[in-house]
T-cell receptor
Framework: DVKVTQSSRYLVKRTGEKVFLECVQD?????MFWYRQDPGLGLRLIYFSYDVKMKEKGDIPEGYSVSREKKERFSLILESASTNQTSMYLC?????????????FGPGTRLTVT | GNSVTQMEGPVTLSEEAFLTINCTYT??????LFWYVQYPGEGLQLLLK?????DKGSNKGFEATYRKETTSFHLEKGSVQVSDSAVYFC??????????????FGQGTILTVHP
């Protein structure tokens, strides 16, 4: 069974803290993605990675960075957390090959910044 | 750029009612289209998909037909159950080989089904 896991389901951090969200997939997928989910806005892509050490900005990268040192792991970093980064964060992965390359999602991390 | 627009929610139905959730898109060429479902407390799961015009995706009693002429991919189910209560997302993957599988999502539609 395919699996994408995220390090925490719930996280509470203070304004200005550095926050790390971890995502691990066991499907040997090349592509990995970080989204944030907000009511009425759907999912918005923050960053994605198509290979180890490679990354591309998504639609809303400001205030975030990412790291991919190993194929199975993709980290999202909030350099200095702010209250407007309170949200649900979803990680996903997909294979690179031809075809539809379905994305598989983790359960999400609900981050609250106070 | 690509965009997806879903009908506003929330949608509240009684069990065994007919469901339609509208989805329209803007994209160049021939994108692939998806419906994802998110049950309470979980991540998204692929519900169904279609890759070309007039394709019909189906799964668990849900159906959606890729309509190029109306740029639509409406989700339907003939008889909903309480267990279908979830958030439904329409999404597209742009045509072309360099998109790395990126998806563009609609805003999501909350469905609540009462017994």
């Amino acid at each position: 069974d395919v699996k994408v896991t995220q390090s925490s389901r719930y996280l509470v951090k203070r304004t200005g803290e550095k926050v790390f969200l971890e995502c691990v997939q066991d499907m040997d997928h090349e592509n990995m993605f970080w989204y944030r989910q907000d009511p009425g806005l759907g999912l918005r892509l923050i960053y994605f990675s198509y290979d180890v050490k490679m990354k591309e900005k998504g639609d809303i990268p400001e205030g975030y960075s990412v790291s991919r040192e190993k194929k199975e792991r993709f980290s999202l970093i909030l350099e200095s957390a702010s209250t407007n980064q309170t949200s649900m964060y979803l990680c996903a992965s997909s294979s690179r090959g031809t075809g539809l390359r379905e994305q598989y999602f983790g359960p999400g991390t609900r981050l609250t910044v106070t | 750029g690509n965009s997806v627009t879903q009908m506003e929610g929330p949608v509240t139905l009684s069990e065994e009612a007919f469901l339609t959730i509208n989805c329209t898109y803007t994209a160049t060429g021939y994108p692939s289209l998806f419906w994802y479902v998110q049950y309470p407390g979980e991540g998204l799961q692929l519900l169904l998909k279609a890759t070309k015009a007039d394709d019909k995706g189906s799964n668990k009693g849900f159906e959606a037909t890729y309509r190029k002429e109306t740029t639509s991919f409406h989700l339907e189910k003939g008889s909903v159950q309480v267990s279908d209560s979830a958030v439904y997302f329409c999404a597209l993957k742009g045509a072309g080989g360099t998109s790395y599988g990126k998806l563009t999502f609609g805003q999501g539609t909350i469905l609540t089904v009462h017994p």
